[in-house]
């Protein structure tokens, strides 16, 4: 991937900068992520259990699904032209709006919601990214996630 270069990117704040494709989050994806972190909750790895609440299924950990973004964001055709390197900053927000059953279907959609020049070289993207769930009327989560990128020799253009 070639990337865009910095004077489009930031012509491009505010806009859809693309759309991964679908994923299923099947039970054992969430036993595995459940055995990673040591969260062996009910709601995630029970189906017995799981059955008599609301979800009346397993359902994902939050976390499982905020962790897909880094597969989802290597998906897009996005990035900064001439970078040398790239780091996760971290997020500004993160909101678990709705749970993905086990057996979902999800993909995240970004938007371009900042890209600014922190120092000679070195940019900050904030991307806004949104995990659906197909077939449900709101999103499993929304999250404004920032990344540094290196792009040596980078001046603010006008």
């Known amino acids: 991937m070639a990337g865009y270069p910095v004077a489009a990117l930031r012509d491009m704040i505010g806009t859809d900068v693309g759309v991964s494709a679908w994923v299923t989050v099947g039970q054992d994806m969430i036993d595995r992520f459940a055995d990673l972190t040591n969260d062996h909750q009910f709601i995630h790895v029970d189906p017995v ?3 008599q609440t609301p979800a009346g299924t397993t359902i994902a950990h939050g976390f499982l699904t905020l962790s897909l973004l880094g597969g989802f964001v290597q998906e897009i055709d996005f990035g900064v032209e001439g970078a040398s390197m790239g780091y996760n900053y971290g997020f500004d927000k993160v909101r678990f709006l709705a749970p993905v059953p086990s057996g979902s ?3 995240a959609r ?3 919601k900042d890209f600014s020049l922190r120092r ?3 940019w900050m993207s904030t991307l806004e990214a949104t995990i659906e769930i197909e077939g449900a009327g709101k ?3 929304v999250a404004e996630w ?3 990128t290196m792009v040596p020799e980078t001046e603010p253009r006008s």
């Open 49 to 51: 259990l799981a059955r």
């Open 146 to 148: 920032l990344t540094l």
């Open 105 to 107: 279907r999800v993909r």
């Open 120 to 122: 000679p070289g070195e």
């Open 110 to 112: 970004f938007r371009l």
């Open 139 to 141: 999103p499993a989560l």
